[in-house]
């Protein structure tokens, strides 16, 4: 407790530079411990990680035991192995890395055609758009009306769905029933359906002001394992002329980048 000679110490005033000094080195040595474990799949003993830190032994116990203690590491048998905590980081670093190099590609494939790009997934019963890229010359389209419940009416949607089994296909429309979006929106399931069973498995999928007036869309269809995706590009309708062969040039684009996307893609 504060006496009347003694003033409490100000919880919020900044650290002194030696506290600090103190701070980013424990940190510093904490994360050496743990790219040490990182380096041994089958666990490592103490005094190993030590010699490998250059960490005198007192100090690498004290940190090994607070990094076990917050999950980051697990003991077992006298090893210590990454936890919990330190493999969540590692794999929400792999899926930014993984969006990273996906929206890269987008901005890439956007400048080179002169359009904006868009990536979306089907997943887990719904269309998921996972990444758009346009630049304020070329703008996306507005997302008006959501594109979950409306993917009868845009060509992602009508891409997705064109790549899912007749039960899941039906399920969907089920959920999310044919409605007009425009005057020129497809008018019904049934002749939705027989649009989709028509569509080659690896032609661009187009819709011409069915989802926004004044803008044609093409899709491309991609799959990945179970994982029915799709690339997209929109353009306003006085430029039509350009949506297949901008389709075509994305489609031909993906194919040569899609091994070394084909991870990334799936995220």
């Not at 032994?57 to 917050?70: I, Q, S």
């Not at 939705?192 to 187009?206: C, F, G, H, I």
Request: hydrophobic share 35%; with cysteine.
């Amino acid at each position: 407790m504060a006496t009347a000679d003694t003033a409490p110490a100000d919880p919020y005033a900044p650290p002194t530079p030696q506290h600090n000094a103190t701070l980013i080195g424990s940190v510093q040595r904490a994360m050496r411990l743990l790219e040490a474990v990182a380096e041994h799949e089958h666990g490592a003993p103490a005094k190993q990680l030590a010699r490998e830190t250059g960490l005198a032994l007192p100090t690498t116990y004290h940190l090994l035991r607070t990094l076990v203690h917050e999950n980051y590491l697990r003991r077992e048998k006298g090893l210590f192995f990454l936890g919990e905590a330190a493999e969540r980081l590692s794999s929400s670093g792999a899926r930014q890395k993984r969006r990273s190099t996906v929206n890269e590609a987008l901005a890439r494939w956007r400048d080179s055609i002169g359009v904006p790009v868009y990536y979306a997934i089907y997943r887990d019963g719904e269309i998921e758009v996972m990444g758009v890229s346009d630049t304020p010359g070329n703008p996306a389209v507005e997302e008006w009306a959501d594109f979950r419940e409306t993917g009868h009416a845009h060509a992602i949607g009508q891409c997705l769905l064109s790549q899912l089994d007749e039960s899941t296909r039906r399920d969907h429309l089920d959920r999310y029933p044919v409605q007009s979006i425009t005057p020129y929106t497809v008018r019904d399931s049934r002749t939705l359906l027989q649009r989709l069973e028509r569509t080659s498995r690896m032609e661009p999928v187009t819709e011409r002001q069915e989802y926004a007036l004044g803008t044609v869309c093409a899709a491309i269809p991609i799959t990945v394992g179970d994982t029915a995706g799709t690339m997209a590009i929109s353009l306003p309708s006085h430029q039509v002329d350009r949506l297949l062969p901008a389709a075509r040039q994305l489609q031909s684009e993906v194919g040569r980048a899609l091994g070394s996307l084909a991870i990334s893609i799936s995220i």
